[in-house]
């Protein structure tokens, strides 16, 4: 047992009797010698007792340029002395403006208006709200679409529209009865197929799914939600070249919105600075959250292009408003971090960083191809999942109740470093600005940690 001083004891007792922590489960918390972050420097996080831990998960996928960045940090102090929090309902703010007008600069042609909220649930939320009501008040007449099609183990956040166009198992099942209809077609993946398949002819399953699910409901779609190039949540599965460009065509074809929720690939993670950038697509609306304001603040956008926005032009009494908001939407101080990050995005030459990185983590995590507990290594950019399984023949998971992910993250906890797996997936999801010898001793402390938990006899 780890002996704590008193201050430290007394913080963790009242986390136990007073913390629900998320996505946790409690039970197995409260007997964990967790650590309590107190502080951070660049790329590590730094406990209660002074010790010290790469950040290997950027915070849960949203740190961009390191913690305690200088630059960000002054932005907020600036915008502190101004005001921290003003409505943007029936009143404008200045950082919401500027970071409107840099974000329609930077993402895909043809979105053009921004809606803030603050989280990736209500991004997507948001998203889905607006292409519903776009086809009942769209010119040229209105059609009641009011079906979703979603991929295969989805994540789309944990609100109850977002769990309607999921499709994890684990955590959507027990909401079934609350959640909307939707068509799902089969995520592109193909670590495990069904019986007489091979990996070619299931992909193809799917491109033919995909196809035959929107055009036998065509009329009845109002869009189709996906994560551009990498499912995250699901394990950082990786989606084969061209599946997002023939998600756009079929739905341009039919009339049907793509939604891109580029919460988790967004700012940078997959390479470009947005993942449909690599694909050539401008979706009609693009979901961005964690890494906007650089992993600083809560906040969130909705894009959307002008013929969507559009739909919403009457006057009042017509009542074709979009009625949503959150009382913090375009928080000023949210808005001033996310412009400062992506100034730091041009000047430090971000995007060059995660190609370089990116490489030398493919080279250094190679080995690991031929480890006996590894089924696959999933990578795009600085999204990295490591699947662990018990057997490789087959693909035979290791026991639920082994939480062999889970000793990943104590084993890598005793080297210094901070990793949350995906279940069995470690996950290693540095910063997109993290320099190259901090990368490099990441990959060493997952790969020994791999092999520590993985050696344990249950
Ligand atoms: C994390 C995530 C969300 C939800 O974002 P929150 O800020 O946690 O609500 C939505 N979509 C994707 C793809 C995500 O990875």
Avoid at 115 to 141: C, N, W
Wanted: charged fraction near 25%; charge should be negative.
């Amino acid at each position: 047992m780890t002996v704590f001083p008193p201050e430290v004891a007394h913080l963790r007792r009242l986390d136990r009797d007073h913390l629900w922590h998320p996505f946790t489960p409690m039970q197995a918390w409260r007997d964990e010698a967790f650590p309590i972050i107190r502080a951070a420097d660049g790329f590590e996080l730094i406990d209660t007792e002074g010790k010290r831990y790469l950040d290997g998960i950027s915070s849960l996928w949203c740190n961009v340029h390191g913690h305690r960045v200088p630059e960000i940090d002054r932005a907020i102090e600036n915008q502190l002395h101004q005001v921290a929090h003003t409505t943007l309902l029936g009143l404008a703010s200045e950082p919401s403006i500027r970071l409107a007008k840099r974000l329609v600069d930077l993402t895909p042609a043809g979105l053009n208006k921004v809606f803030y909220s603050d989280s990736g649930a209500t991004a997507v939320e948001i998203a889905l709200k607006m292409a519903f009501q776009f086809h009942r008040q769209k010119p040229g007449g209105p059609e009641k679409r009011d079906l979703f099609v979603r991929v295969g183990n989805a994540y789309h956040g944990d609100t109850l529209g977002t769990v309607s166009v999921g499709g994890i198992d684990l955590f959507h099942a027990v909401y079934g009865d609350l959640l909307f209809h939707t068509l799902q077609v089969p995520s592109p993946v193909a670590l495990r197929v069904p019986e007489g398949r091979d990996r070619d002819s299931y992909l193809k399953w799917c491109d033919a799914e995909l196809e035959r699910v929107i055009v036998e409901n065509a009329d009845r779609i109002a869009a189709v939600i996906v994560e551009p190039l990498v499912q995250g949540a699901a394990g950082i599965l990786v989606h084969p070249a061209g599946y997002l460009k023939r998600v756009r065509d079929f739905t341009a074809r039919h009339g049907i919105l793509l939604i891109a929720d580029e919460v988790a690939v967004g700012f940078g993670r997959t390479g470009t600075m947005f993942a449909c950038e690599q694909e050539g697509v401008s979706p009609d609306l693009m979901c961005l959250a964690k890494g906007i304001t650089g992993g600083y603040l809560p906040l969130a956008a909705t894009l959307a292009t002008d013929v969507i926005y559009d739909a919403f032009l009457a006057p009042p009494h017509e009542a074709k408003t979009f009625f949503h908001g959150h009382t913090y939407t375009g928080n000023s101080l949210a808005c001033a971090a996310a412009v400062a990050s992506i100034d730091l995005f041009q000047r430090n030459d971000v995007l060059a960083n995660v190609q370089r990185i990116s490489k030398c983590i493919a080279e250094k995590l190679a080995p690991l191809r031929d480890h006996p507990h590894v089924a696959e290594v999933r990578q795009k950019g600085v999204m990295i999942g490591i699947e662990l399984v018990r057997d490789r023949d087959g693909f035979i998971p290791f026991p639920a109740e082994r939480r062999t992910g889970h000793l990943v993250t104590l084993a890598a906890r005793e080297r210094g470093v901070i990793l949350r797996p995906l279940g069995d997936v470690v996950v290693l999801m540095p910063a997109p600005a993290m320099p190259m010898e901090l990368v490099d001793r990441l990959c060493d402390a997952a790969i020994e940690s791999i092999n520590d938990a993985t050696r344990l006899s249950l």
